[in-house]
């Protein structure tokens, strides 16, 4: 059974603090993907890796950085989080290719205080 | 750039079809798409649809596809209330990258 998970369900953070969200899948997937989403809004692309230490800006990077060391792994970075930061963030992976279905993890649901 | 459009809200009763809409821009999207969000988890696709094709069904879903005006409907037919949930419409962005451009999603209510 195909397996996107993500570290946290819900975190809460204070304002300034340096946040890590983990995102794991187990599927061997080139592309991995961050996305932020808030009523009304949908899913907003922050950002995406199609490659290991491969990273893209999406549509919404500011205050966020990404990591991917590992294939298997894609790390959300706030580096310094701040109220409107507070969402729900998803992971995504998928392999590559013409069909390009999107795996999701739960999403951490994120409070910055 | 491209653009997915959605109505926010849907209610229904349940027995009744319920059928979401989809406006998208990009008239090169080879795959549509559509997720499903049930509360408090991540997506999962529902279903697609291939660009050359016109409907798709699978069981209780029928997806329509009209390209010339790029609208794309979701029909879920029999609704029930396991089917109360966020429905997300998704199309393939054109630059690459395996991207999907998603809509801002229908939360579809069902009553008794």
């Known amino acids: 059974d195909v397996k996107v998970t993500q570290s946290s369900r819900y975190l809460v953070k204070r304002t300034g603090e340096k946040v890590f969200l983990e995102c794991v899948q187990d599927?061997?997937?080139?592309?991995m993907f961050w996305y932020r989403q808030d009523p009304g809004l949908g899913l907003r692309l922050i950002y995406f890796s199609y490659d290991v230490k491969m990273k893209e800006k999406g549509d919404i990077p500011e205050g966020y950085s990404v990591s991917r060391e590992k294939k298997e792994r894609f790390s959300l970075i706030l580096e310094s989080a701040s109220t409107n930061q507070t969402s729900m963030y998803l992971c995504?992976?998928?392999?590559?290719?013409?069909?390009?279905?999107?795996?999701f993890g739960p999403g951490t649901r994120l409070t910055v205080l | 750039g491209e653009d997915v459009e959605q109505s926010l809200f849907l209610s229904v009763r349940e027995g009744d079809s319920s059928v979401i809409n989809c406006t998208y821009t990009d008239s090169s999207s080879t795959y549509l798409y559509w997720y499903k969000q049930e509360p408090g988890a991540g997506l999962q696709l529902l279903t697609y649809i291939f660009s050359n094709m016109d409907m798709k069904q699978d069981q209780r879903l029928t997806v329509l596809l009209n390209k010339k005006d790029k609208h794309l409907s979701l029909r879920i037919a029999d609704t029930q209330t396991g089917d109360s949930a966020i429905y997300f419409c998704?199309?393939?962005?054109?630059?690459?990258?395996?991207?999907?451009?998603f809509g801002a999603g229908t939360r579809l209510a069902v009553h008794p």
């Open positions: 599927m061997d997937h080139e592309n």
């Open positions: 995504a992976s998928s392999s590559g290719g013409a069909y390009n279905e999107q795996f």
């Open positions: 998704a199309e393939t962005f054109s630059g690459g990258y395996n991207k999907l451009i």
